[in-house]
């Protein structure tokens, strides 16, 4: 360890902020009790019993499916958006990723209210539906809902990250692959998209861990209907006092986003040789 | 080398002297812990005013969640608002710190029918606050059929038109009431079948919400809802549209009370707090604001005709029908608990 003496003070803040706290989740984890001692509480394995059981692992899937499915199209869509941006001349470019960026200066909370009396039943998209003539749209507390909050919420940390690595690339080894003849299209496979992927890689988990254990946006836009797993958690620690169980169900969700983070880095390191990622 | 030293010091030294500054107010206050949307906010200014004390305010959306926050401490309120069985655990717990009667002159005040009920026998813990029913809430010009127990809940014909309470207590119980058990059973059989029949009725429930039932219901996005008395009142004021019935099956009567928690760091504060609270005239402006009723007979009559002789925030015996208060499940809180975490689970 060749640690500068200027670093002791953030190791210092890391370990109050966030070994303590790790350890502590761990050890409400394993153990079961009543009240705050913690030195009455005893081993138990319980909480991860009762998790492992088909309700409960019907909301983890629920959530893993959900997760999935917004960060496939926050992908989708945010690719083009960061190309299509990362084209423009740079003073143009930056305009366009401030507007991207505004919206993140309100609160996270504010703006999925906001998207509350948009949908809604009398919200001002069924209002437009319905002056068009169409069936007002059921849109407001159920899964599309949801994904639509998701989506909204999180395809700024997809665009950045890929936005970012666009940006950086070497314009010479474009310039390179057209003189050799390669078309636009093969270009962009061969070389700009393989590039790219650390930036999509970062994007992928930068989307895909907050909306695994979002609660908010299943709060608001789901009605408190459809319960992910942050939910749960969310429950266990405000309502029930469980914390034994909601410490549990924690770390079942931090070893799944292990797992996502591990398979991902992976990836990534097979692809370019690893170390690219931009965290 | 040393340059960088001197300055990480600065930084903590600005960062102490701020925490420690801020923490050493000189002006006297009370922290406040009330229900969302439930009190006249100009009547904190009316006590600051008055008292000289600073209210520091906020807010909770169910008696889980508060009673959650109390236990696992971290946080000193002087004045919280539980309702009757949370006032009946936190004194079995021993939450709550006994008030000195001598501070709360208003408290003879209160009608002798609120007073020394079964959750806080001799009144040391708790002044009543406010107290209501709970009932179905229906837009008439959605819904033209009679709606009158909580079975109509259960109508196919209204899917995605029914809020239900984000409150443990209150959905249990309208579930509970609808198989003819009491909201109060300590029977495990009858909280599965509650729990079944509350599943059964998901798919045709558009949202489970708390405050925000008043929104929705006001705007017509939903036809249908459990609601609070109170809020009912405001509802209504808002929509005339919209009735309010207590269901035939029966209902829940309860209390909203203060109190003071164990850890409340300012108890003479919060004693001139919930006395300023219980003075007829302040009770009086709070409820034509909020729309719930109040348990003081002479704040009652100087409330507006239209507040006062509404059924719905002061309605007879004969109008409430069969009513029961909550009280504390004790031992068997964790079947509620799992109950619920279990009805929310499910799709």
Redesign the interface.
Known sequence: MNMK??AY?YVIWMIIFTVVPLLLVMYYAFTTGDG?ELSSFEFSLDSFKRFFTP??M??LL?SIQLAFISTIACLVLGYPIAYIISKEKPRKRNTMILMFVIPMWMNFLLRTYAW?TLL???GLINYIVTKLGFQPL?I??NDTAVLLGMVYNFLPFMVLPIFSTLTKMDKGLIEASEDLGANKLTTFMKVVFPLSLPGVITGITMVFIPAVSTFVISNLL??????LIG??VE?????????HFGSSMSIILMVLILITMGLTSKFDKEKDGGGRGLW | MKKQRISILLVLLIILTTVVTGCGEKKPSINVYNWGDYIDREILEDFEKEYGIKVKYDTFATNEDLYVKIKQGGSSFDVIFPSDYMIERMIREDLLTKIDKANIPNLTKVEDRFLNLAYDPNNEYSVPYMWGTVGILYNKSMISEKIDGWEDLWNEKYKGQIFMLDSQRDTLAVALKKLGYSMNTRNTDELEAAKVELIKQKPLVDAYLGDEIKDAMVSGDGAIAVVWSGDAVEMMRQNSDLEYVIPKEGTNLWFDAMVIPKSAKNKEGAEAFINFLSRPDIAAKNAEYIGYSIPIPEGVNMLSNELKDNPVAYPTDEEMGDVEIFKDPMDIIQVYDRIWTEIKSEE
Request: proline share 3%; aromatic share 16%; charged share 20%.
């Open positions: 003496k200027t003070p705050l309700i409960y019907k909301v629920r509350l809604g039943k009398n059921n407001i507390y789901g009605g408190n209907k459809t319960n939910n749960l429950q266990q620690f405000r309502y029930t006092g469980d914390w």
